[in-house]
């Protein structure tokens, strides 16, 4: 079974400072890669996916995301925040080799980006 | 609606009660995912729903849980004699068939055992 592990509870920054949450994965097959965000009052939405090509990718509101094969991370980046961003971030991942694609997710991360 | 709709938005409910959770997923979406999330937690897997049957329900934490989704489209998360420890947000979610989709989810309902 695939687990996720994001490095930051808490996230406190001010507005165009630059954002960067760490996730980590253990699973010894290949896996798709997924952020999502959940704004205040709001549902789940995705921010970005990786599914397979160009390691580095490009999502919604100015996110990117990098998968590095060789440390099982797949950190999300933003060079310049606003105050939008306030938000839980969760990474999530699935397996390929499964037929559901269930997600595993991390523990969340809670961005505060003060104006 | 064009999302994946939950009701109740909330429910509180005595302890020992039989409580249904239900999930209308988007349109044409043929697998259904039901996740639970506790407070300062990522959601976490329940089942899986490809069509009309469970495919994977091994992240249902004991048999009070049970859902159905008898004709493929809308289903039903029942929880039976609830306990205090069942109080979590219970997420839906729904995609199409195949290995790169992804998965939209509703509002939840947040399930409030007292």
């Known amino acids: 079974a695939q687990s996720v592990s994001q490095h930051n509870h808490h996230v406190i920054l001010s507005e165009a400072a630059s954002l960067e949450l760490g996730c980590n994965y253990s699973y010894g097959g290949t896996v798709n890669l997924f952020w999502y965000v959940q704004y205040p009052g709001q549902h789940l939405q995705l921010l970005l996916k990786y599914f397979s090509g160009d390691p580095l990718v490009k999502g919604i509101k100015g996110f990117e995301a990098e998968f590095i094969k060789s440390k099982f991370s797949f950190n999300l980046r933003k060079p310049s925040v606003q105050w939008s961003d306030t938000a839980e971030y969760f990474c999530?991942?699935?397996?390929?080799?499964?037929?559901?694609?269930?997600?595993?997710f991390g523990a969340g991360t809670t961005v505060t980006v003060r104006a | 609606g064009a999302g994946v709709s939950q009701t109740p938005s909330n429910k509180v409910t005595e302890k020992g009660k039989y409580v249904e959770l239900r999930c209308d997923p988007i349109s044409g979406h043929t697998a259904l995912y039901w996740y639970r999330q506790s407070l300062g937690q990522g959601p976490e897997f329940l089942i899986y729903f490809q069509g009309t049957g469970a495919a994977d329900d091994s992240g249902l934490p004991n048999d009070r849980f049970f859902a159905v989704r008898p004709e493929g489209s809308v289903s039903t998360l029942k929880i039976q004699r609830t306990e205090r420890g069942d109080s979590a947000v219970y997420l839906c979610?729904?995609?199409?068939?195949?290995?790169?989709?992804?998965?939209?989810f509703g509002q939840g309902t947040r399930l409030t055992v007292v």
């Open positions: 999530a991942v699935n397996a390929k080799e499964t037929n559901d694609y269930k997600l595993s």
């Open positions: 979610a729904s995609s199409k068939q195949g290995l790169h989709t992804e998965a939209f």
